[in-house]
């Protein structure tokens, strides 16, 4: 029985080993409103800036602000929101063109995990001695394995017909599994707890079977019965009996 419960348990456990959620490739997806306006409509033709390197602009601040989210928690493939802020004490306007992002590992930038969406903005400006704020709605793939990882967030503006950009945000994000609790790992981890459970009730009934028939196969003690008179309370349901007459009739007798 013993055997047969550490054979079941080790298979469990190294069954368990091939579970894995997979990493997810780098994507690259497209994204944008359906309204005009500032917010661009954004096809397939809207230009890949991640290959691209430009220098920040003299005079042109950012920030950075998650306002449903400021722990910063990404649910992998759910959309995620966050509000780049622009402040622009320079003497030209700035003609806002992309936000953009990516995923790295955190120990080492040069692995990039995942690109996001490009967000094309059209006729979207902040004069000078302004500030403005834009909109950005990303989501990581839902085959991203759950952890800590890097976002880099930079935005890509025009002075003078002339491309900056800046990087609003340069920190850690934490990613997690998508559909809350009912996840492959959580499940998997509620069979295997039910399954030990259960091995380990068939060991203890094991265990107690075998103390039971022990128990049985102990020899009895014998009981030694001498000469004592007899309980009248034990004889009452022979009253009225030929027994009960005869013992009386002996009774007189030895009279």
Not at 94 to 101: C, D, G, S, V, Y
Not at 108 to 113: E, G, I
Request: charged share 20%.
């Amino acid at each position: 029985m013993e055997i047969r419960v550490f054979f079941v348990l080790g298979l469990l456990l190294f069954s368990s080993s091939f579970l894995q959620v997979a990493r997810g490739q780098s994507e690259e997806v497209v994204e944008g409103t359906e309204e005009g306006g500032d917010l661009g409509i954004v096809g397939e033709d809207v230009q890949d800036f991640s290959s691209d390197s430009y220098t920040p602009a003299a005079g042109v601040e950012t920030v950075c602000v998650f306002p449903k989210n400021p722990t910063k928690v990404v649910a992998a493939g759910e959309e995620s929101e966050l509000l780049v802020g622009m402040k622009n004490d320079g003497e030209s306007n700035l003609n806002i063109i992309a936000i953009q992002a990516s995923v790295h590992l955190p120990f080492d930038h040069r692995y990039l995990v995942q690109n996001l969406s490009v967000q094309a903005f059209n006729n979207a400006t902040v004069p000078p001695s302004a500030q403005a704020t834009f909109p950005y709605i990303f989501a990581v793939s839902k085959f991203m394995q759950p952890g800590s990882f890097d976002l880099v967030g930079t935005i890509i503006y025009e002075i003078d017909q002339n491309a900056y950009q800046n990087v609003f945000y340069n920190g850690t994000i934490e990613v997690t599994e998508p559909g809350g609790l009912l996840s492959v790992e959580s499940v998997f981890l509620f069979c295997l707890g039910v399954a030990l459970l259960g091995l380990l009730g068939f060991w203890i009934r094991g265990q107690i079977q075998n103390l039971s028939k022990k128990t049985k196969r102990a020899p009895k003690a014998k009981v030694e019965v001498g000469t004592a008179t007899t309980d009248a309370s034990t004889d009452e349901w022979l009253q009225g009996t030929a027994y009960t007459q005869s013992q009386a009739n002996k009774l007189k007798k030895k009279k």
